[in-house]
């Protein structure tokens, strides 16, 4: 008890050391991105965080534009630019309501002087400076609304945001091959809700640009061709108004660490080398892709992937083992997914979430499920699945076994459950209204159930296979277990789930 409560001490101390660390004011180019560490929604009121590893070794370094760079717009209960930044940080949530006034420093600056002159390459720190400026001007012209007069800020000659100077969302660093030439390096436009029909003529002509963030704005077309940019590495255009297929321009950018399309109106099919980007973050949801999940999913090295509300059919790949070392969360929920749950998911031993609620799911859970003892948060609600809820499954939930918190399984046609299972309805970890289970309240009614059995049963050939030993940890891991669901943040502090969040809106002061 005294143990777990100075280790909670502990891990609370090493959170304001992290944070604090983020909230200093950046000084210089100490960066060095391989020791960045990325904080997910430490919620300053409370909530737990998750702390995402290192990133790669970033195409900028050794000083990273994120690093050096003063803290994006609406920044104050947010890090500056982490990479790769979960999207929707509290600070710009995706979303869909018109604009509210906008908390930016940015937006309360006046705009600096007009120049009485056109400006001359001379009038600029150097001449990548001008080339970009030339460029923003052009932007600027297409820019049709910009409600909080961002682009007031994009005149004369400082480009570069620093402190309460330079232009609104353009951050500098000096390119590797020319450090002593800082230039635009990163745009962070998030939650800015500029209008243009399209971003292409923009970021293409910024060749030492790594990150593009541009959350919740109203660019139209599409990613454009990217591929002349050596540094690039980020790109989030979340919840603004992209249309078409998916934008092929990213497939060559086989480096890029952090891909997030979510809430856009992309649609058709996504293309089976998406799976080869070397990506830690890939957010697909909210768009509308159909066709099937491409069978190589297993290929990608990302950590957190959303597949969730969109409207892909087919099943689940069953490659999905071969990400067993890399992959941490995982949404397939809502779609229209089915077949069996492939074994080759009990592989994944290091996932904390996995989720294919809301699909067409048949056939049991099969017993490899047992080998998750990771998983944190586990949904398959609002399927077909039936059978018997496997024990080892439930007993996930004790800490000898596992770190399940919850286990949602309502909504299926499900017949009996295994001993461990039954403790855990009382206590709010397993729920399994809506299922066929003789006995336990809230099921389906007793015709529905009868209808289901008529039916052809599925077949899964591979549901009883166990690729794990179901044995107690050793004592050692009871403990870390037992730590783990004290942290296990709810539903709403994992990555993956946060991407699904609704607005939160900026609230009217
Ligand atoms: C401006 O818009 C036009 C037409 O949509 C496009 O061809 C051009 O590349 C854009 N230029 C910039 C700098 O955004
Ligand atoms: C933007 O500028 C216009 C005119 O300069 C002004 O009327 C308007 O109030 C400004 N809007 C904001 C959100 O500052
Ligand atoms: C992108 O541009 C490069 C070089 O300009 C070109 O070789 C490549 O074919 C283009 N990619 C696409 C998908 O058009
Ligand atoms: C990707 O990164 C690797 C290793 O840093 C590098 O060798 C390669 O040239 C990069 N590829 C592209 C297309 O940038
Ligand atoms: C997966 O788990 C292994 C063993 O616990 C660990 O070494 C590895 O770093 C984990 N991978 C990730 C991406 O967290
Ligand atoms: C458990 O998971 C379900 C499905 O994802 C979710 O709706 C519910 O809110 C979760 N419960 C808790 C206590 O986190």
Redesign the pocket.
Known sequence: MEDRRRSRHLLLLQLLCFLCWFLLPCSGSNGNREAIEIGIGIGIGGSPGIVIGGSPEPPHSPSSPSRSSPPPPHSSTSPPHRSPTPPHSSTSPPHRSPPLPHPSSC?NRSPPPQPLRELQPCDFANILQYRAYKVIQNFRKNITCD???IT?TWVGAQICSKGNTGYCGFYCEGPPDKRNMPTVASVDFNGYYLEAKTVRGFIDQLPDLAIFHANSNRFGDTVPNLTQLPFFYEIDVSNNLQTGCFPNNVLSLVNLSFLDLRYNGYSGQVPPSVFDIQTQVLFLNNNKFNGEIPANLGKTPANYITFAYNDFTGPIPRSIGQACNTLLEILFLGNRLSGCLPYEIGLLRNATVFDAGSNQLTGPIPLSFGCLKKVEQLNLAGNMLSGEVPDSVCRLANSKYGRLVNLSLSGNYFTSVGPSCVGLIGCNVLDVKGNCISGMPGQRPAQDCARFQKQAKPVCPTAQYVPCSLQEEELSLEKEGEEARDKAPTVAGYSTYKALRPPEGKKNP
Request: glycine share 0%.
């Open positions: 937006s409600p909080y007069n007031a």
